[in-house]
């Protein structure tokens, strides 16, 4: 009986919190919305500019037919997987680098003080839309290579994709939250997370078997940027790499990762002392 | 009031030429001391900056020893596996030295107006710019120059120079390269004299910075009339011709000959933009 009652005000709550991290996104979006040529030139650059990522794939696949095994398609698909999840994180989350400039002027505080969650707050508190620039840039790699691969679609390989793109974005973000509780210990530090975030999409957008035993220990499994796009997307293309349950199990990864991130956010806010000035 | 500060900056722009002379050379070594000091305070930055630096070094070092052992000669554009290492771990140590990803210093001054109290003052303003830049450059060179290219030697075995004078050589290729660097930006933050924003443009500045000067792959690794054509242009100057110079490739003194002609080029470029953005500048207010 209890139990039924904590599980419907749970809901409740996290109906309200939805409710309201859409009404203060919505505000976000609309101030955007007023200078609208200015974030088009904006989102427009950053399509351009991360396709330098992929024109140093094209640069190096001049040389040689496959890298790590995986042809120069097979790499667009993973690069694509893995840029849309990094990027559609970057939109939703991807400001709380500067949470060490929040707590620098006190902004922090006010979060504080509010009758809402800290994380919400901090993710509405911004929604870049000129990121979508390079969700658009990976997300046009992704179907070049969908159209050039010849995949023999099937249902759970399409819901695979969907799911992997999701839970990308959710590994993407525990590192984000992560790095951001960093910045609680060590003030201007902000760069740290660079190193895994940025560099994290940097690392999976190649196939993870070119790197060394030890960066593939760091990067594919202690932080578990294989399942963003690598492991996920051999079931996808029909590779045996690695075993099949590597391949599907992702999504898992992804609640473990988001539920820990969570959890050290908390212990941090809880921790948390105010400069005070 | 509004009025034209042509009057005032002709004048400063007249004592620019009396750089070399005691006094101002005096003036610049302070400059450059300061600005070195200012970015000397921020230890925290620098040492979050130099680990991932680090961490971007191993894995571009992984990318490029996968693509040289996928390559059939083992070799890709001249570069084996020993000096692709070399070269990936040098953009990490040269990429803050001569600020790839550019600067807008003097673009958020030309914004909120405070250029025109620079102007007015009794100094030439690109060479006060460049004072400043040498003591940014030299502070980036010690703090996050040294460490990864130790570090990239630690782990892997990197084709170091062979003779002392091709270290003086590559450090006389560093300087140049700031210059050229200095020169491009502080061109790109005066153009904001006209767009009024600088986001767009620091935006081509850094593409065309990232693919031009071999800071994402060697220029080596591109199509041979590509690469050819980009070796005589300005951005290679700023950050592949120090790793040319580092490790043998060309004839060095053709490729120091062509970076002092870019720095000289880019120097004389800035200020004949700078006396026409002088000549634009309407102050309002008062």
């Known amino acids: 009986m209890t139990t039924r009652i904590t599980a419907r005000r749970s809901l409740t709550v996290l109906r309200h919190n939805a409710e309201l991290y859409r009404h203060l996104v919505r505000a976000r979006i609309r101030a955007q919305w007023q200078y609208r040529t200015s974030l088009t030139f904006d989102a427009i650059g950053s399509f351009f500019l991360t396709f330098i990522d992929f024109l140093v794939i094209l640069a190096l696949f001049q040389h040689f037919p496959r890298l790590g095994g995986w042809t120069l398609h097979e790499v667009a698909f993973l690069y694509g997987v893995a840029g849309l999840g990094f990027s559609l994180c970057d939109l939703v989350i991807g400001h709380i680098e500067n949470l060490g400039d929040m707590i620098r002027l006190g902004q922090f505080d006010t979060v504080l003080v509010r009758p809402a969650g800290t994380l919400l707050q901090v993710m509405a508190s911004d929604f870049a839309l000129r990121r979508l620039g390079k969700a658009l840039q990976s997300l046009t790699v992704l179907i070049y290579a969908i159209v050039v691969l010849d995949v023999h679609w099937t249902f759970a390989k399409v819901v695979l994709t969907f799911a992997t793109i999701i839970s990308g974005s959710a590994i993407f973000a525990s590192i984000f ?11 201007g530090s902000s760069e740290i997370a660079n190193a895994f975030t940025y560099g994290g999409n940097q690392f999976s957008s190649y196939p993870v078997s070119i790197y060394g035993a030890w960066l593939r220990r760091i990067f594919a499994y202690a932080i578990p940027l294989g399942f963003v796009a690598y492991f996920p997307t051999q079931y996808i293309l029909g590779r045996t790499d690695d075993p099949l349950w590597l391949q599907l199990v992702g999504p898992v990864v992804a609640i473990v990762a988001v539920g820990l991130s969570i959890v050290v956010w908390t212990f941090s806010v809880r921790r948390y002392r105010s400069s005070g000035s | 009031m509004i009025a034209n500060l042509t009057d005032i900056v002709g004048n400063s722009a007249r004592r620019e030429s009396g750089l070399c002379n005691v ?9 450059a001391r300061r600005e070195f000091q200012r970015y000397a305070t921020y230890r925290a930055a620098t040492v979050a900056g130099l680990f991932t630096n680090t961490v971007f070094g191993f894995l571009r070092a992984a990318v490029l020893i996968a693509a040289l052992r996928a390559a059939p000669s083992g070799r890709i554009g001249g570069y084996g596996t ?21 600067w807008n210093d003097i673009a958020l001054r030309v914004q909120t107006g405070d250029i025109a109290t620079d102007l007015a003052r009794p100094y030439g303003f690109l060479g006060w710019w460049l004072a400043r830049d040498c003591g940014r450059a030299a502070y980036q060179m010690l703090a996050r120059g040294i460490a990864p290219l130790v570090t990239g030697a630690v782990f892997y075995t990197l ?8 270290w003086v050589w590559f450090f006389f290729s560093i300087m140049l390269a700031v210059v050229v660097s200095f020169g491009l930006r502080f061109i790109v933050n005066l153009l904001v004299f006209w767009t009024l924003d600088w986001r767009g443009i620091s935006m081509i500045h850094n593409v065309l910075m990232s693919v031009c000067s071999g800071m994402v792959v060697p220029v080596a690794f591109f199509p041979h009339a590509i690469a050819s054509a980009l070796r005589v242009l300005p951005w290679y100057q700023a950050l592949q011709a120090p790793i040319d110079v580092f490790l043998g490739k060309g004839s060095t003194p053709t490729v120091l000959a062509v970076q002092a002609l870019w720095a000289a080029a880019t120097l004389l470029c800035a200020r004949a933009l700078l006396q026409i953005a002088q000549r634009r500048l309407v102050v309002q207010g008062g």
């Open chain 2, 23 to 31: 006094g101002s050379m005096r003036f610049a070594w302070e400059l």
């Open chain 2, 159 to 166: 084709a170091f120079p062979s003779s002392a004078f091709r």
């Open chain 1, 177 to 187: 939250v992560l790095g951001a509780c960093v910045q609680f210990v060590f003030i």
């Open chain 2, 82 to 102: 020993r000096e692709a290492l070399t070269y990936t771990w040098l953009t990490q140590s040269l990429l803050m030295v001569v600020a790839v990803w550019g």
